[in-house]
């Protein structure tokens, strides 16, 4: 049973990354830079990604199963703090 429980913990952590890794690629569009200049700690609020562009964010991680908030998601901009409410919002 705990070897289920871990198995399921897995796979649900492979798709939190595969959404990262798509959510960065679609902010590094949105700020029309590359990938890897996006800091994981910077908040992208304050390197040019503003409340138009964020709108887009919301409907990404809403067209991907995540009930995103603009607030949520602008109170701390930085792609960790957003993985960090994508978890727990995962787990609810």
Do not use: C, H, I, P
């Not at 890794?21 to 590094?28: F, H, Y």
């Not at 609020?45 to 919301?58: I, K, N, P, T, Y």
């Not at 607030?71 to 727990?88: I, K, M, T």
């Amino acid at each position: 049973m705990a070897e289920q429980a871990d198995q399921v913990a897995q796979k649900e952590q492979g798709a939190l990354d595969d959404l990262m890794a798509s959510l960065r690629v679609k902010v590094a569009t949105l700020m029309n830079v590359e990938v890897t200049d996006l800091d994981e700690d910077e908040e992208l609020m304050d390197q040019g990604l503003d409340s138009v562009r964020l709108v887009e964010v919301v409907s990404f991680l809403r067209d991907a199963g995540y009930q995103a908030d603009f607030a949520d998601l602008a109170e701390d901009s930085s792609l960790a703090a957003w993985r960090e409410l994508l978890e727990e919002l995962g787990e609810n």
